[in-house]
């Protein structure tokens, strides 16, 4: 039985991953594969017992130690036992981080975030490492799954599925408990409509600690670039704030003048605290959304 | 206003239903987003005012309310059912005495009186084109006047009697007892060896005898003078020999004391004499006996040596009235009429009941500044000139004179206006043209007539007043029909034209809310929109 067989019985949200999407994710670790070609195994080594290609150095033979690690030739020459030591090869800690606001959910934002967080997990674990899935919710973060196996990519489905968006995200200061909870040099990936107050500069939080990355920033046209359709009434689904307004023309374009300005500045401070901007729209395909993943991360 | 079908106002009742439907229709849609952080705070002002505004709100409910009142037919009634009482005032020499108006103003105002708000008053001067000059128009042109058209009553107002039989028509008598007028009836200009001889004829219209002094002069200077006796009643005259004289003089009469006479009829007061030259062209193909008729009419009324009233020179087109379809354009136009009863002038049996506003209407064609016509084949005292005029407006305002009488021409029509260069037009005095054949008044022959014979009333006003009996009206036949016309034609043009512009003009509102539905994408997941 394949993977993605398994995860539609597994009972995941069907409106929030389709069938065609679990073929998209039960193929991704080859796709990961052929679109990483040519490239190291791992881009980073970590301590451990690795394998056998990355030597890092001897050390004192201690019992219990495997003896196909003792280094024999260097037994014969200096007469004591000493085993061989090597990095492993294995990739750094993928850290999916989704803003659970309420905001995430209207114009199909909530299923697109969804599967992006989804692609994210998914990318992070055929990279053969460790990730983690967590929500901002009212200025926290919440950290619902964390899995290193292809296989426990149902757990993420289910996961996500049972995030609902409500609240507020409050990135102000979601971001620097964010912080705290990163390790240093991990990938980050932020999914999230930066449909906050919060000052972009909240972002410079995440500096100084050798993280790598992306801010996913989910836009949703009806917000960042309404269509005229005369006389409206605006609801804001997070604070439940009314607008009444003609939305002509010239108000369309204010407001996409003003939402452009809003994505400028987030994108100019992401790129210094070693996050790359990757804008996407409920309407971006899935394997689009997975190329600019794989191809675009660090 | 009435309805053709009352009951169709109760649609009016769909007028708020308009209001409600556009109102539902024009309602803000919520739009749930995912936030507001773009919109403007102040971008939440305009929509009420917008709303107000709408055009669309307003045609929407002027073509309900057209259709509405169209479907109910409205009626208006232009006129209502009336009776018409027309009522003739005579005029003439007569009318212009003091106090004649203002009994006849009282006669109208009780007549108007008695009249509901759907009748109508006619008033009409006899003759209607009236100076004041003429002698008062005889009983039966004020009859015949009162008899034209449809009325429901008939009244002639005249300071004179009552005819014997008034033949249906009410006749009310303002004259007044106390009237005081003595007067010029008659006056002769004659050509002698050393100057002129002019006769003066003067009418005592009174019930006393009085003594007058006429005086004949020259502007300032006095040519001539001599007192007589009038009898109560009688005539007087003298004949003044003066010798030459200027372009103008005036011959007036003043009291014993040189003091100006003054009595309730100052038009009679006093007769002027001018000289002036007069340009005439006279048809080659006029018959000799009608060059006899220009004489008198020309000599009756300017003198033979062309002493008139105007001071301007004169152009004459002198035609038969058989031609005046063809006539040269001219400022002044005389045309005759050979035999009476003929043509236009078949209104009556003989030329005495001539109307001279038929004879106006058929010269109406005729492209002239002042016209005059005469009769020639009828008894020279019952001929008449017509003399029209242009106004600024183009209509013609004629003046009677009948032959013999006192004619004020009114202003030159050609003042201003430079004769047409080819008019066959000759600068001549009339008595170079028609020689002596009389002074003024004096037609047909040499001497002088007087004019005023005792059994003629036209220059004696009148003194016996009779009472106004108001019949009751509504006893009589209705001849004013209502007329009622129906609205419904422009209700409905105007109903379309409110629906061809709510459907043709596009209006900003229903562009975007079309614009927004062509646009429209949704929601894969949860609805966000709601209606």
Redesign the interface.
């Known amino acids: 039985m394949s993977e993605p067989t398994r995860l539609v019985t597994a009972s995941v949200d069907s409106d929030l991953f389709p069938p065609a999407f679990l073929r998209l994710l039960a193929a991704l670790p080859a796709a990961v594969q052929r679109l990483r070609a040519g490239a190291t195994e791992g881009r980073r080594a970590v301590p451990g017992q690795g394998g056998r290609f990355l030597f890092r150095g001897h050390r004192e033979y201690r019992p219990g130690d495997d003896l196909r690690r003792v280094d024999w030739k260097v037994a014969a020459r200096l007469g004591r036992l000493l085993v061989r030591q090597f990095d492993a090869e294995r990739d750094l800690l993928t850290e999916v981080w989704l803003d659970g606001s309420a905001s995430m959910a209207p114009w199909g934002g909530r299923v697109k975030s969804a599967r992006a967080a989804a692609l994210a997990c998914a990318v992070g674990v055929a990279a053969a490492g460790r990730t983690r899935l967590g929500v901002l919710t009212d200025g926290r973060p919440r950290i619902l799954m964390e899995a290193s196996q292809h296989g426990q990519l149902t757990e993420f489905l289910l996961a996500l599925g049972d995030a609902r968006p409500v609240g507020r995200a409050d990135l102000a200061a979601a971001l620097p408990r964010l912080v705290k909870r990163v390790p240093r040099g991990s990938r980050l990936l932020l999914i999230s409509d930066l449909l906050s107050r919060a000052e972009p500069g909240c972002l410079h939080a995440l500096a100084g600690r050798g993280l790598r990355g992306a801010l996913l920033h989910l836009r949703v046209p009806e917000v960042t670039a309404p269509m005229p359709a005369g006389l409206v009434s605006l609801l804001d689904v997070e604070t439940g704030e009314t607008k009444t307004v003609v939305l002509d023309e010239r108000l369309s374009a204010r407001v996409a003048a003003r939402a452009k300005a809003h994505a400028e500045r987030w994108a100019s401070h992401a790129g210094p605290v070693g996050l790359r901007y990757l804008p996407f729209a409920p309407s971006t395909s899935d394997e689009a959304l997975l190329r600019r993943l794989v191809e675009d991360l660090p | 206003m009435t309805w053709a079908a009352a009951w169709a106002l109760v649609g009016l009742a769909a007028l708020p239903v308009v209001w409600l439907l556009h109102r539902r229709r024009?309602?803000?849609?919520?739009?749930?987003?995912?936030?507001?952080?773009?919109?403007?705070p102040e971008?939440?002002a305009?929509?009420a005012r917008?709303?107000a505004l709408d055009p669309e709100l307003w045609l929407s409910l002027l073509a309900a309310l057209l259709l509405v009142l169209a479907a109910a037919g409205p009626l208006q009634t232009t006129r209502a059912e009336g009776r018409t009482v027309r009522v003739v005032v005579s005029g003439g020499l007569p009318a212009t005495a003091q106090g004649y108006r203002g009994r006849v103003d009282r006669v109208l105002a009780r007549i108007a009186g008695a009249l509901a708000a759907q009748d109508r008053l006619e008033v009409v001067e006899e003759p209607w084109w009236g100076t004041g000059l003429e002698p008062r128009p005889r009983p039966g042109v004020l009859l015949a006047s009162a008899d034209a058209g449809e009325a429901a009553w008939r009244v002639v107002v005249s300071d004179a009697e009552a005819p014997a039989d008034p033949a249906g028509t009410t006749w009310v008598s303002v004259g007044s007892p106390d009237v005081f007028n003595v007067g010029v009836v008659a006056t002769a200009l004659t050509p002698q060896s050393a100057g002129f001889e002019l006769f003066v004829n003067v009418r005592g219209d009174d019930t006393r005898s009085s003594t007058v002094r006429l005086v004949v002069r020259e502007h300032d200077t006095v040519l001539a003078q001599r007192s007589v006796e009038i009898p109560a009643g009688g005539y007087a005259s003298h004949a003044f020999s003066i010798g030459r004289i200027g372009l103008a003089f005036r011959v007036e009469l003043t009291r014993p004391d040189g003091s100006a006479w003054s009595d309730d009829l100052a038009a009679d007061d006093a007769v002027a004499y001018e000289r002036v030259p007069i340009r005439l062209h006279m048809d080659p193909a006029l018959p000799l006996a009608l060059r006899r008729a220009v004489e008198d009419v020309l000599v009756s009324t300017l003198g033979r040596r062309g002493y008139r009233d105007a001071t301007r020179d004169l152009a004459l087109v002198v035609a038969a009235s058989e031609t005046t379809g063809s006539l040269p354009p001219a400022p002044w136009l005389l045309v005759l009429h050979p035999a009476p009863g003929e043509g236009a002038l078949r209104a009556g049996a003989g030329i005495d009941r001539v109307r001279p506003d038929a004879l106006v209407r058929n010269l109406s064609t005729v492209g002239a500044d002042l016209v005059y016509a005469v009769s020639a084949a009828a008894k020279p005292t019952d001929g008449f000139a017509l003399l029209l005029e242009r106004d600024a407006d183009g209509r013609r305002w004629p003046v009677v004179a009948r032959l013999g009488q006192v004619v004020h021409f009114l202003p030159d029509p050609t003042r201003g206006r430079p004769a047409p260069a080819d008019t066959p037009l000759w600068p001549l005095f009339v008595d170079d043209l028609l020689g002596e054949v009389g002074g003024r008044g004096a037609v047909g022959g040499a001497g002088y007539r007087r004019l005023g014979t005792p059994d003629d009333a036209s220059s004696s006003l009148g003194r016996t007043p009779t009472e106004l009996r108001i019949p009751d009206l509504r006893a009589r036949p209705a001849d004013l029909a209502p007329e009622t016309r129906s609205l419904r034609p422009p209700l409905l043009a105007g109903a379309v034209l409110a629906l061809l512009l709510l459907w043709i003009v596009p209006w900003?509102?229903r562009r975007?809310?079309r614009?927004?539905r062509a646009?429209a994408?949704p929601?894969?997941?949860?609805n966000?929109v709601h209606s």
Do not use: C, D, K, N
């Open positions: 024009h309602r803000p849609r919520t739009v749930a987003l995912p936030s507001l952080l773009f919109v403007e971008a939440a305009a929509p917008r709303q900003s509102g975007a809310r614009r927004a646009h994408v929601s894969a997941y949860g966000p």
